[in-house]
């Protein structure tokens, strides 16, 4: 428990200071999911939507151009300021996905994308996701799928391993990054809480990077978790999982640029209607 709580603070605290190079980078990337996140979720004109984590509010917004009535909650101040800056007209709190301020009910579709692991108590969360959902409402979360297909992060995780480096005692241990990569616990997660019509899907497509460079430094500046387990080594570490990565994306070269895999684990399910 204190060490999930350790987590959570880090997590807090780390993402107060991410919102522009976030953006930047993963701006091109996660937005490209929204679609059929919003798809599992059943959200349509008229819907109340909950967006978790909401981050500068990419999933949000397009919930309100669908015709939702949204409201996005985040841990970190500093990505609600900029939900609220990119999106005026939607309605951006600060909250804890694992201690929601709303009543039992309060909505007919909750969505998360990338949340979970982020998080030290996922199967709290999930209650709370099931608690604020009304009887038949949706919940639909997205989890980057395994590095053997999720390449865009996996050739510097492979970097990382290939270079024999571990993450700084001083930064608190997390939950496994991958462990909802996995059907089976996705599925075992949105069923703890007593939802049905549990499902997964995988979405799959190509992120188009310059170069090596703007990979390695848009991961660098846009992670919380990944980027301290590098800037954390010594210099001689460092430059050992540079060479690695160099070596690692070349497979990925096309036409003056690379075009990388990327994969996420899309998991849905409904509040069972009594």
């Known amino acids: 428990m204190a060490s999930a709580d350790a987590f ?4 807090a605290a780390a993402w107060e200071t991410k919102p522009v190079a976030y953006g930047d980078f993963f701006g091109e990337i996660t937005p490209r999911v929204v679609e059929p996140l919003l798809d599992a979720a059943g959200v349509g004109p008229g819907v109340r939507m909950l967006d978790v984590a909401s981050g500068p509010g990419y999933a949000a917004g397009q919930a309100a151009s669908r015709g939702a009535s949204v409201v996005g909650v985040d841990i970190a101040e500093a990505m609600v300021s900029a939900a609220r800056e990119r999106y005026p007209q939607i309605e951006f709190r600060h909250g804890d996905a694992e201690a929601l301020a709303f009543p039992d009910g309060s909505f007919d579709a909750v969505v998360g994308n990338f949340v979970l ?14 608690r604020v959902l009304a009887p038949g409402g949706r919940l639909a979360l997205t989890a980057w799928d395994l590095p053997t297909r999720a390449r865009f992060l996996g050739v510097l995780l492979d970097a990382v391993a290939e270079a024999g480096a571990s993450p700084p005692s ?5 939950p496994p990054f991958f462990r909802f990569s996995e059907d089976e616990e996705l599925v075992r997660l949105l069923r ?3 939802l049905g019509d549990v499902g997964t899907t995988r979405i ?3 992120h188009v990077a310059s170069s090596g460079d703007e990979l390695w430094n848009g991961l660098l500046a846009g992670t ?6 590098v800037l954390g080594q010594t210099d001689e570490v460092q430059l ?11 497979p990925y070269e096309a036409g003056g640029h690379l075009e990388l895999p990327v994969s996420v684990n899309l998991a849905s399910a409904r509040r069972r209607e009594s």
């Open 8 to 11: 959570n603070a880090f997590e």
């Open 117 to 130: 692991h982020h998080l030290g108590h996922p199967e709290q969360a999930a209650g709370e996701f099931a």
């Open 170 to 174: 001083d930064i608190p241990a997390g």
């Open 192 to 194: 703890g809480p007593g």
């Open 204 to 206: 799959s497509f190509t």
């Open 224 to 229: 919380v978790r990944t980027a301290p387990i």
């Open 240 to 250: 050992r999982i540079r060479a690695a990565f160099e070596r690692l994306v070349k």
